[in-house]
């Protein structure tokens, strides 16, 4: 199939013919098997001209195309919506032989869709509180059920769910304890205290689940995670059985959600933990946060995102950090996952200003922040890179260097590839880092923790 975008990305075992046809079968499914029936008859009476996000949606800002606006490219799943699914739109198309729904229209949304970060921005700013994420995930999703998914996506969940490794960078145990090992020993080198990765701990308080692909690319925010939690004397383990948080269900499909979802609390319920840690990472930390309750066939299982962690045994006094070894002047990235609800805000910037002398905001901020330009998936598909960087991140680039800074903190994986990328591409005076990077440099070691796996 020949995709007619200006940025093609690879389309895994897309639905050639009868995709129209396809299309409203699988969005039928969906109807009968959510709620989305209730949110989409809401959303179909609601009037969206204003253009209201049109004025805060970054990726418009930079291109001006009508269709890069965030309600027209919602209007594109609540006209098919309205001309199908609903008593009015069935009776006209009787009547009158109205088309409810085109190969152009197919064409559109896959375009449109893929090019929203689904940062979730303009939801802030929409007067009648219209979530245009939401929609975007939802056609996302009606897509994916009839085969069109970008490869990267697709190839990655798969491992994840079937595969040998179970996680999507394809790590397999024994490579996990080498690396294990690895990090122990360099810490050991560097700080000169032992400090343990536990692994399949039973009844430990907190089971933790970074993005995988930081055992590969994130040393050094590993070694700063594990030295926090040890130095605080906090009962953690990773565990052997799923220790990958990604879940890229949260960018095109409900049903990969839940499947994710589903694996990582059976491992906790496997060795008997008590809550769900997850490291710096913004989508799976709104996945499991968010959307855990909803599809958890078990009791109640907390999740808690690290830097809430780490800010409250900084608060508490359990882990001393020394405020003269970072002297560089730092900024600070909000993830949109975590930071557009309002989750995860003041948490990182109390802790940055426990140490760091120079820092200096973003502006906006907070839940208000501009998203890094990788959001949604984005930046997990290479073919859409010329595109993540411009126009979707080149706001985000002249934001970074109105700052002046010389380190920005992206506590996500998603927003440090992008960002990296961003750097390098805009030629920035400046590196990027996690937030656990800057604690290793500069946290204090006092307590020599032993932890038997």
Aim: charged letters at 25%; one cysteine or more; glycine letters at 6%.
């Amino acid at each position: 199939m020949e995709i007619k975008s200006s940025y093609p990305y690879y389309i895994e075992r897309p639905l050639e013919n009868r995709r129209a046809e396809g299309f409203l079968a699988a969005f039928e499914e969906v109807l009968e098997n959510s709620n989305y029936r209730s949110i989409l008859d809401l959303y179909s009476r609601v009037s969206m001209h204003c253009s209201r996000c049109a004025t805060e949606c970054q990726i418009y800002q930079a291109t001006g195309k009508p269709e890069d606006v965030p309600c027209y490219r919602s209007a594109i799943l609540l006209r098919i919506y309205k001309r199908h699914f609903t008593p009015l739109g069935k009776l006209k198309r009787r009547l009158f032989g109205t088309v409810s729904v085109t190969e152009s229209e197919i064409d559109e949304m896959l375009e449109a869709f893929y090019h929203c970060t689904a940062c979730g921005r303009c939801t802030l700013y929409c007067p009648m509180g219209i979530d245009h994420r939401l929609l975007t995930r939802l056609g996302r999703f009606i897509l994916s059920k009839i085969g069109i998914v970008p490869k990267a996506l697709a190839v990655s969940v798969r491992e994840q769910l079937e595969g040998a490794t179970g996680n999507t960078s394809a790590i397999p145990l024994k490579a996990l304890k080498s690396t294990i090992e690895f990090l122990e020993e360099e810490i050991l080198e560097i700080k000169g205290v032992e400090v343990r990765f536990p692994l399949d701990v039973e009844g430990a308080e907190y089971v933790f689940f970074p993005p995988v692909s930081d055992f590969l690319i994130e040393a050094d925010t590993l070694m700063g995670i594990a030295c926090v939690l040890n130095e605080a004397g906090v009962s953690w383990t990773i565990a052997s059985g799923n220790y990958d948080a990604i879940n890229y269900g949260l960018f095109y499909s409900d049903e990969v959600l839940e499947k994710v979802l589903q694996k990582m609390a059976d491992e906790v319920i496997r060795i008997k933990g008590k809550k769900i840690l997850i490291g710096e990472c913004g989508h799976a930390s709104r996945s499991a946060k968010a959307f855990l309750p909803s599809f958890n066939r078990y009791e109640e299982i907390p999740v808690v995102n690290i830097l809430e962690l780490t800010a409250r045994l900084i608060d508490e006094g359990r882990v001393q950090i020394d405020t003269t070894a970072v002297t560089e002047k730092v900024t600070y990235h909000d993830p949109c996952n975590i930071a557009r609800s309002g989750w995860v805000v003041d948490q990182p910037r109390n802790i940055i200003r426990s140490f760091i002398k120079d820092f200096v905001e973003m502006t906006p901020s907070g839940r208000y922040n501009l998203c890094c330009g990788g959001g949604g998936g984005t930046v997990s598909i290479n073919e859409l890179k010329p595109y993540r960087m411009d126009p979707a991140g080149r706001k985000k680039a002249e934001q970074l260097k109105a700052t002046g800074a010389d380190v920005v903190i992206t506590p996500c994986a998603n927003c440090k590839k992008q960002i990296s990328e961003l750097i390098a591409h805009y030629k920035l005076p400046m590196r990027h880092a996690g937030l656990h990077d800057l604690i290793f440099t500069a946290i204090i070691m006092k307590n020599q923790v032993k932890t038997d796996e």
